[in-house]
Each structure stands twice: as C-alpha cells, then as structure tokens.
C-alpha cells in the first residue's frame, strides 16, 4: 500500500516526468499487473515520461519502450527495446533425433550449432530468425534427421544484458592488455 500511495502522491502534481526506483517492489501479483498497466499508460498517453530504475529486467521488459543499460556506473546503451532486441542473437532449439550427429552437420555447413542434449541442439544467428530456422530445418530433414520441434527464441532483456557486459568486460580486458 506504501508503494501505490507514494506513486498516488507523485501523480497528483502532473509532473512532466517521474522517476521510479523498483516500483513493483513489494507488491502482490495483481499489484505488479496494474503498476505495469499504469506506467505504460502514462508514457502511451504523453502525460508524462517515466524513468524506471530496476534490476528485475523481466519488469522492465514488460513496460519500457526505450532502455539504457547500465553497468558498474557506466552507461553502456541507450535505444528502443526493440531495436535492442532486433539486434541482438537470437537462437533456434531444435528438437531432432540424434542431435550430436546434427549439430556436426550444421557446424559443417557453416551453423553455429550445439548439442545440449540426446534429442536436443541449438543454432545461434545473427538475424533472419523465420527464414533460418526453416533453412535448418529442410537441412536437417534432407540430411536425413527427423526434426520433431524446432522453436525461434527470441532473447530476453536479462540474455541481453548479460551479453553486453561480457562484451564490455572483455573489450576493456583487451584495451588494458594492449597498453
């Protein structure tokens, strides 16, 4: 009740922007459905622009339109989730019988492919998920390996996130060796 009484109290000026630190913090589920609902509200409407502050980057997916990802103080992005998510790798699980044999084939012809299970492979790609996943797909079959599922997954914020500090991390490890 906190947490809805001080955004109440934060509303009722009409400010042009309101800054939010965790606003689903402490809330019951329903509570969380109608902070999201609300904060999505007020930036579709215009009424006001909505700087959230979370660490719970699922929320933040849930009601951001535009995010800045920040690491150890440093700004590292700044840009519309989508785009965000357009740009970053997206994977296909595949599900097909004798999935280390695939995974080798794909490799062959090219793919980023891993075995992560007897009956189970991923493909990494760049873009083009819907043509790729069916390009793996008539690869497999015409090599002879039955494919019983195949899934685009598309990547979430947290995945992203993660893959940019990594990155970070590893381009300064690169800059103070070669200094």
């Known amino acids: 009740m906190r947490?809805?009484?001080?955004?109440a109290r934060a509303l009722l000026g009409r400010p042009q922007l309101l800054v939010l630190d965790e606003p689903s913090n402490?809330?019951?589920?329903d509570g969380i459905r109608d902070m999201r609902h609300l904060i999505r509200s007020l930036a579709e409407r215009g009424d006001a622009t909505i700087f959230v502050s979370s660490h719970l980057l699922g929320e933040v997916e849930q009601m951001a339109s535009h995010v800045g990802l920040m690491?150890?103080?440093?700004?590292?992005?700044?840009?519309?989730?989508?785009?965000?998510?357009?740009?970053?790798?997206?994977?296909?699980?595949v599900g097909v019988e004798?999935?280390?044999?695939?995974?080798?084939?794909?490799?062959?012809?090219?793919?980023?492919?891993?075995?992560?299970?007897?009956?189970?492979l991923e493909v990494s790609l760049s873009s083009g998920a819907?043509?790729?996943?069916?390009?793996?797909?008539?690869?497999?079959?015409?090599?002879?390996?039955?494919?019983f599922r195949l899934r685009v997954?598309?990547?979430?914020?947290?995945?992203?996130?993660?893959?940019?500090?990594?990155?970070?991390?590893?381009?300064?490890?690169?800059?103070?060796?070669?200094?």
């Open 3 to 7: 947490q809805r009484l001080g955004i």
């Open 26 to 29: 402490g809330l019951d589920p």
């Open 71 to 93: 690491h150890q103080g440093r700004l590292l992005v700044q840009t519309e989730l989508a785009a965000l998510k357009h740009s970053a790798q997206r994977r296909i699980g």
């Open 98 to 120: 004798r999935a280390a044999e695939a995974a080798a084939k794909l490799c062959s012809l090219g793919y980023e492919a891993v075995c992560i299970e007897a009956d189970a």
């Open 130 to 147: 819907a043509s790729a996943a069916a390009e793996v797909n008539a690869v497999l079959v015409a090599a002879g390996f039955p494919v």
């Open 153 to 179: 997954e598309e990547p979430a914020l947290e995945d992203i996130y993660l893959q940019t500090v990594r990155a970070e991390t590893t381009a300064s490890a690169d800059n103070r060796k070669a200094a």
